[in-house]
């Protein structure tokens, strides 16, 4: 029996999907494509079919851009809604480390972990609730960006803080594990001797992580608790010393909002450039600001590399994905 899966990732400004049909055990991906600019100038790109951008209502939100996503798959499939809906949740906390089937109390669950990946969870289960509300037999699953780090050892996993936080669930879990696991399925085909050795997999969007993979398995990530650690990113500002998230409260006196603001949107390329979030606007542009920004992306990418090549004890690849990653010669050459 053919059936169709649809396949979301719902961000922030962003919904990307992808829409495949199941026959036996093939998946054939039919549909591609994204509704861009939410909540500002909303348009929908259609990526596999010759099809114009539409523009959608001004200020279209998740709930108007995702009924008309599904009214337009309607009419693509002569009213068959797909038979299941999978979506990427970005955080599966200490539980969620396969994918499930969403329940009243497993989204119940997920919600307590928005705060901990703030620019990603919400958005994640608001395409959950609208679409539960439009179709409330439709069978949706959640795969969790932290899942594929679920095996990593205790000393990678905890903090050097008091045990009882570690059992209360502040340890580090890593995250765009959905990304590495594809990652490591194309290399299978690809790169099959670096399913057997050992790697790191740089995945640079406006998100960014490393991850050390050994086997094929990951052993450890330079994201940690929420995803604001590891690398600096487009607006986060990836790790650092704790003492001066003390000194920003005590002397500063930055309220929790004030601060969450500093390091999750005016942080990193955009923070330290003064210009952009944008790899491309950095790169073409001959600011002193924008070159220290580049500067300091690839300093510290190169130092975390080096601080897994040494948990690994050996390095055999080095893998690039992300938006960066994949296009960005630039700073592929000069990581390398
Ligand atoms: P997200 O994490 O939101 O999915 P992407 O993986 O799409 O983001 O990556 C977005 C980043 O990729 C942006 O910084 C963008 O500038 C960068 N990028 C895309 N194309 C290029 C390119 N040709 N050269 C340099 N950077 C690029």
């Keep these: ?7 979301l990732n719902c961000g922030s400004s962003s919904i990307k999907f992808r829409l495949f049909t199941n026959q ?5 991906l039919n549909i591609k494509g994204k509704i861009e600019g939410l909540n500002h100038q909303a348009r929908f790109i259609v990526d596999t079919l010759n099809a114009p951008v539409t523009p959608l209502k001004e200020n279209a939100n998740h ?6 996503l ?12 797909p038979l299941l809906v999978g979506h990427r949740v970005v955080h599966g906390g200490v ?32 395409a959950i609730e609208v679409l539960r509300d439009l179709y409330p037999d439709l069978p949706q699953v959640a795969c969790f960006d932290s899942a594929f780090h679920a095996g990593h ?9 008091p045990q009882y936080l570690y ?32 790697c790191i997999v740089a995945h640079l969007g406006n998100g960014a992580s490393l991850c050390a993979l050994n086997q094929g398995q990951s052993i450890d990530s330079t994201m940690g608790f929420s995803t604001l650690d590891g690398l600096p990113m487009g607006t986060r500002c990836g790790s650092i010393d704790a003492g001066v998230i003390l000194y920003l409260l005590q002397e500063e006196k930055l309220n929790y909002d004030q601060l969450s603001e500093l390091l999750y949107q005016k942080s990193g390329l955009l923070g ?26 690839v300093h510290r990418i190169v130092r975390e590399i080096g601080a897994l090549a040494a948990t690994l004890e050996g390095l055999d690849g080095l893998v690039f994905t992300g938006g960066i990653g994949e296009n960005s010669t630039i700073i592929r050459e000069r990581v390398c």
């Design 1 to 7: 029996m053919r059936t169709q899966v649809l396949v």
């Design 24 to 28: 036996g055990n093939d998946l054939t």
């Design 63 to 68: 709930t108007i851009a995702l009924s008309f």
């Design 70 to 81: 599904i009214d337009w798959l309607n009419k693509q499939l002569d009213n068959s809604i």
């Design 95 to 126: 539980h969620f480390t396969q994918p499930e089937l969403i329940s009243e109390e497993i989204l119940f669950e997920l919600k307590k972990l928005i705060s901990l990946a703030p620019l990603h969870q919400g958005h994640n289960l608001a």
């Design 153 to 161: 050892g205790k000393p990678v996993d905890q903090f050097a803080l």
């Design 167 to 198: 059992d209360k669930g502040i340890r580090r879990y890593g995250f765009h594990g959905l990304s590495y696991e594809f990652i490591v399925d194309e290399l299978r085909s690809k790169a099959p001797h670096l399913t057997k050795s050992k």
């Design 272 to 297: 330290v450039s003064g210009l952009s979030h944008d790899m491309r606007v950095l790169e073409a542009s001959s600011e002193l600001a924008a070159v220290e920004a580049i500067e300091l992306y």
